[in-house]
Nanobody
Framework: QVQLVESGGGLVQAGGSLRLSCEVS????????MAWFRQAPGKEREFVAF??????????ADSVRGRFTITRDRDNAKNTVHLQMNSLETEDTAVYYC????????????????WGQGTQVTVSS
C-alpha cells in the first residue's frame, strides 16, 4: 500500500512562488508514476503535471507549462515529489492533490487510484 502526504500550500500574492511536496511511503516500485492535480471551488479536478519514477519523463498541462516544475527527490530516506510553482496567478488557486499510478503517464484523473489529502494554495491579486 502506498501512502501520499502533501505539504507546502499557503497564501501567496500573484507573481509569487510556492513549492509543494508529496512524501511517498509504503510499497513503492519503479513503475510508479506521480502526478499533481488541482481542484478549484465549483470545478472538476484537473491535471497539472506528471513525472515517471526516475524523473526523466515529465508532462504538464498547457496552463502551467513554463511556470511549474515537477521533480523527484530520492536522495534521502524519504521519497518525495515536489511541485515548484512560479509566476503564480489567481487562477492557480485550488486544492492541490498528489496522486500515484502504475504504468504509463496519464492526465486522466480516473486512472489514478492513490491520492493524498490535498493542500490548499491561494493566490491573491
Amino acid at each position: 500500500q502506498v501512502q501520499l502526504v502533501e505539504s507546502g500550500g499557503g497564501l501567496v500574492q500573484a507573481g509569487g512562488s510556492l513549492r509543494l511536496s508529496c512524501e511517498v511511503s509504503g510499497r513503492t516500485s519503479t513503475s510508479l508514476g506521480m502526478a499533481w492535480f488541482r481542484q478549484a471551488p465549483g470545478k472538476e479536478r484537473e491535471f497539472v503535471a506528471f513525472s515517471d519514477w526516475s524523473g526523466s519523463t515529465t508532462y504538464y498541462a498547457d496552463s502551467v507549462r513554463g511556470r511549474f516544475t515537477i521533480t523527484r527527490d530520492r536522495d534521502n530516506a524519504k521519497n518525495t515529489v515536489h511541485l515548484q510553482m512560479n509566476s503564480l496567478e489567481t487562477e492557480d488557486t485550488a486544492v492541490y492533490y498528489c496522486a500515484a499510478k502504475g504504468g504509463t503517464a496519464s492526465d486522466d484523473v480516473t486512472r489514478y487510484g492513490i491520492w493524498g489529502q490535498g493542500t490548499q494554495v491561494t493566490v491573491s491579486s
